[in-house]
């Protein structure tokens, strides 16, 4: 039919032309075909006449691309609504994080991945207080790779144990790699809580409450807050002890030591209590506490409260203070 149609032929749709050799039902069925996809068009009279096949296809498609079209904007204003909300979004999470400035991170892995991504940015320097004993492998410690590029970037890294870890052979050798890029290693009697500082921008501390099964951390980005946790770090810093110390010096170590667990005994803290505050083995606490109970020639805790009033050891310590500087001495603040 579409043949007979091109040839010039005008096409009666109720009559099929005897040439043609077409049924009318055939013919009539043929006519819908080639009148939906617009290859014929109905003259004014009713009758039929041929369209070119590129101009049926414009005709026939011209719906279809104004629906795409339609469509695409659509589209299209749905992505410009959906990011300026998204960045509205940004920008609150963003002001979000300067104003509180913490955000709490839970799970070994997650805070493992969370400080190798912060040694991965951290450009300079690491500062740390690394409690020791049964802590000394927690969940405050890199993967090895990002362990090992701290040196291999030449990061400057001070690092500040507690007297204990001095029995630690290892720690020994890391403070020779340590020195090599200008840092150090350093031990003290003062009891402390973990702490990581990078750059000091960003800051660790551990949120473990008592019992609690799931570790973590808050990450503090608060320009003040890691600051005061800085100064915090150089106090503790400037009166520790080299962890290269000689030998004739290592008495001071050993007296710092009791006398750190000495001010404990006396705020009511059990031995369990010391010995993690001051992160050592439970057995040698007690043997230090043995060692001190002898010293005061006494046989319990409460006459040896009673020896150190009358003695006055750790009233000198806090004329000591004062003198130094620190008149205010609060509980509070």
């Given at each position: 039919?579409?043949?007979?149609?091109?040839?010039?032929?005008?096409?009666?749709?109720?009559?099929?032309?005897?040439?043609?050799?077409?049924?009318?039902?055939?013919?009539?069925?043929?006519?819908?075909?080639l009148?939906?996809?617009?290859?014929?068009?109905?003259?004014?009279?009713?009758?039929?006449t041929?369209?070119?096949?590129?101009?049926?296809?414009?005709?026939?498609?011209?719906?279809?691309?104004?629906?795409?079209?339609q469509?695409?904007?659509?589209?299209?204003?749905?992505?410009?609504?959906?990011?300026?909300?998204?960045?509205?979004?940004?920008?609150?999470?963003e002001?979000?994080?300067?104003?509180?400035?913490?955000?709490?991170?839970?799970?070994?892995?997650?805070?493992?991945?969370?400080?190798d991504?912060?040694?991965?940015?951290?450009?300079?320097?690491?500062?740390?207080?690394?409690?020791g004993?049964?802590?000394?492998?927690?969940?405050?410690?890199?993967?090895?790779?990002?362990?090992?590029?701290?040196?291999e970037?030449g990061?400057?890294?001070?690092?500040l144990?507690?007297?204990t870890?001095?029995?630690?052979?290892?720690?020994?050798?890391?403070?020779?790699?340590?020195?090599?890029?200008?840092?150090?290693?350093r031990?003290?009697?003062?009891?402390?809580?973990?702490?990581?500082?990078?750059?000091?921008?960003?800051?660790?501390?551990?949120v473990?409450?008592?019992?609690?099964?799931?570790?973590?951390?808050?990450?503090?980005?608060?320009?003040?807050?890691?600051?005061?946790?800085?100064?915090?770090?150089?106090h503790?810093?400037?009166?520790?002890?080299?962890?290269?110390?000689?030998?004739?010096?290592?008495?001071e170590?050993?007296?710092?030591?009791?006398m750190?667990?000495?001010?404990?005994m006396?705020?009511?803290?059990?031995?369990?209590?010391?010995?993690?505050?001051l992160?050592?083995?439970?057995r040698?606490?007690?043997?230090?506490?043995?060692?001190?109970?002898?010293?005061?020639n006494?046989?319990?805790?409460?006459q040896?409260?009673?020896?150190i009033?009358?003695?006055?050891?750790?009233?000198?310590e806090?004329?000591?203070?004062?003198?130094s500087?620190?008149?205010d001495?609060?509980?509070?603040?």
């Open positions: 039919m579409y043949e007979f149609a091109v040839l010039g032929n005008r096409i009666d749709a109720d009559c099929p032309p005897p040439e043609v050799g077409i049924s009318r039902s055939d013919w009539a069925h043929a006519c819908e075909s009148l939906r996809r617009r290859l014929l068009s109905r003259a004014d009279d009713g009758d039929l041929a369209v070119h096949p590129e101009i049926a296809l414009s005709i026939l498609n011209a719906p279809l691309s104004d629906e795409i079209r469509r695409e904007e659509a589209m299209a204003t749905n992505g410009r609504v959906i990011q300026s909300i998204s960045r509205r979004l940004a920008q609150l999470a002001n979000g994080r300067q104003r509180d400035g913490v955000r709490v991170v839970r799970g070994e892995q997650a805070l493992r991945d969370e400080i991504a912060a040694i991965l940015r951290c450009t300079t320097e690491i500062h740390s207080l690394r409690p004993g049964r802590r000394s492998q927690d969940h405050f410690s890199a993967s090895a790779t990002s362990a090992s590029s701290i040196f970037r990061l400057r890294c001070q690092f144990y507690h007297h870890a001095r029995s630690n052979l290892g720690l020994v050798a890391r403070a020779k790699a340590v020195a090599e890029h200008g840092g150090g290693i031990t003290t009697a003062a009891s402390f809580e973990r702490l990581v500082i990078f750059d000091r921008k960003l800051a660790f501390i551990p473990d409450g008592p019992g609690a099964a799931d570790r973590g951390a808050a990450v503090i980005s608060d320009e003040l807050v890691v600051e005061y946790l800085y100064r915090t770090f150089v503790l810093w400037a009166n520790a002890v080299p962890l290269e110390l000689p030998e004739d010096q290592m008495d170590v050993s007296l710092d030591t009791r750190a667990i000495l001010r404990l006396s705020a009511g803290l059990k031995d369990e209590a010391i010995a993690n505050r992160g050592m083995a439970l040698t606490c007690r043997r230090h506490i043995s060692s001190i109970l002898k010293g005061l006494v046989s319990s805790r409460f040896a409260g009673i020896k009033a009358q003695l006055g050891i750790l009233t000198d806090v004329i000591d203070s004062e003198q500087g620190r008149t001495i609060s509980p509070l603040w």
